[in-house]
């Protein structure tokens, strides 16, 4: 079930209201069994898999909590290989034995694993690694173990986070299941604009630069650099609007409830170097790597190579997450080099006292900017060939002069200048509100009670909005 979809918005209304209108006892019940149906409308089978992930975490967090101090240790370790086994088999078994027989092949051995039909289950990345948390943190003994086998039920499937995050944390979330949610008119309303908003972003824009972008990355080699530039820097506000607009839907409707979920995106792309961008991209993922992985491996207490080594495996996971394919490896491996180079010029130089100069800063976006889109392009491509096709023709005329129309070309591609138009207006719209209004609230919204933008929003929704139910990008990992 989509969020830009009219079975959701039927779906939202009911279960929201049928929340409030339970007495406190019964809303744990009435939210696990819309998630689990929110869940089943994808592929039915599959909420089996969570049943059985949910079950182990569940008696995990509580043998963990009463074992002695040397059991500890080996409880969480059968439930992590629990959650992590399922996660390779359904997302990369057929990746690690195509590899494994095409390097047979290579070497000249007669032998070949058989590959499987498995249909990757809907947001399995995210909701395995919000049930690790939860294990690893009743663990170290930051979380007691839930004892309500559905209020744990919950905290994996609450529906909306359930299939593209945020990843949360059992700190945040876990006792507010707990707690009685009163009707606040407040936060609904801020709730309904955030979710409003995301809409915004993925129906008027997202889904509209794909018309393009999905052209383009099916065949480059036919088009020329200036609109395969094009191309790259509309793939990378694609896929933000696309997930960051999932997230605002995801958190709003939350809210609506009452509940708080974690905010997921702080403008990304007015970050002026690498690193301030992944503090603000997809942070409950990053977060989750600097929490289970980076520091473990030994963080920022290490020599400057390990160090360095550190942060290559976490990026390294990060691209790997993402998909079972050598461009997510390739897209992470990329902003691993990003990063380390980054620190490794900040830790040598003082950059001559410019640090806090407009101008230096406005260069350190530009460049930021360009190293994220040309990263994107391996993210976006089918494939090795496929993205290396993309950059050798976006690279083979580069030095012509920017003459071309490119709404003109667009139209051949049925991206015409109406399509055109609408895109680069509701970009400016997306910039000025984020520039502007954005950083003085909190939650990722705009303004506290205003109407006339809300409803301006909503008409562009309404009679520019892309209503092909669409996917959103990141229901794939």
């Not at 663990?139 to 839930?146: M, S």
């Not at 694609?238 to 997921?264: R, V």
């Not at 603000?280 to 963080?299: A, E, K, N």
């Amino acid at each position: 079930m989509l969020f830009n979809s009219i079975d959701f918005l039927l779906f939202f209304l009911v279960v929201t209201t049928a929340y409030f209108a339970l007495p406190h006892k019964f809303r744990w019940l009435l939210l696990l069994i819309s998630s689990c149906y929110f869940y089943a409308a994808f592929v039915p089978i599959y909420i089996l898999i969570l049943f059985v992930t949910i079950v182990i975490d569940y008696y995990a967090g509580i043998f963990i909590e009463k074992a002695p101090a040397h059991y500890k240790k080996r409880i969480l370790l059968i439930s992590i290989l629990a959650n992590v086994g399922i996660l390779m088999f359904f997302k990369y078994y057929n990746f690690f034995i195509d590899n494994i027989n095409s390097a047979s092949s290579y070497f000249g051995a007669n032998f070949s694993f058989p590959l499987l039909s498995i249909i990757l289950p809907i947001g399995l990345s995210f909701h395995t690694f919000q049930a690790m948390s939860y294990t690893i943190e009743v663990y170290r003994g930051n979380q007691k173990a839930e004892k309500h086998f559905g209020i744990y039920a919950l905290y994996v499937m609450f529906y909306p986070q359930l299939v593209a995050g945020p990843i949360e944390r059992p700190q945040n979330v876990l006792h507010q299941f707990h707690e009685k949610k009163r009707f606040d008119a407040e936060k609904l309303w801020v709730g309904l604009r955030l979710m409003l908003w995301g809409l915004f972003k993925k129906v008027v824009i997202a889904d509209r630069l794909s018309l393009l972008v999905d052209r383009l990355f099916e065949n480059p080699g036919e088009y020329n650099s200036p609109l395969l530039i094009v191309g790259a820097v509309f793939f990378a506000i694609q896929i933000y609007c696309d997930f960051s607009g999932y997230s605002d839907m995801a958190i709003g409707a939350a809210k609506t409830m009452g509940f708080e979920l974690m905010t997921n995106f702080n403008r990304p792309y007015f970050a002026s170097n690498i690193k301030a961008f992944w503090d603000r991209w997809h942070i409950s993922l990053s977060t989750w790597f600097r929490d289970y992985v980076y520091i473990p491996l030994g963080g920022n207490r290490v020599n400057e190579y390990r160090l360095y080594l550190n942060f290559f495996i976490v990026f390294i996971l990060s691209g790997f997450w993402h998909g079972a394919n050598w461009t997510f490896i390739v897209w992470g491996s990329l902003h691993a080099i990003y990063v380390l180079l980054n620190m490794f010029i900040v830790k040598r130089f003082d950059w001559f006292g410019l640090k806090d100069n407009m101008m230096f800063k406005f260069a350190g976006w530009i460049f930021t900017f360009c190293l994220v889109v040309f990263a994107w392009i391996f993210f976006r491509a089918s494939s090795m060939d496929n993205a290396m096709e993309y950059i050798s023709s976006l690279f083979a005329n580069i030095y012509m002069p920017l003459q071309l129309k490119l709404p003109q070309v667009a139209d051949e591609l049925g991206f015409g200048y109406m399509s055109y138009g609408i895109s680069v207006f509701s970009i400016l719209i997306l910039v000025l509100v984020e520039l502007k209004v954005q950083p003085r609230f909190e939650n990722n919204f705009v303004l506290k009670k205003d109407v006339v933008f809300s409803s301006v929003i909503l008409l562009l929704v309404m009679f520019f909005g892309v209503f092909q139910k669409s996917s959103f990008i990141y229901f794939q990992f």
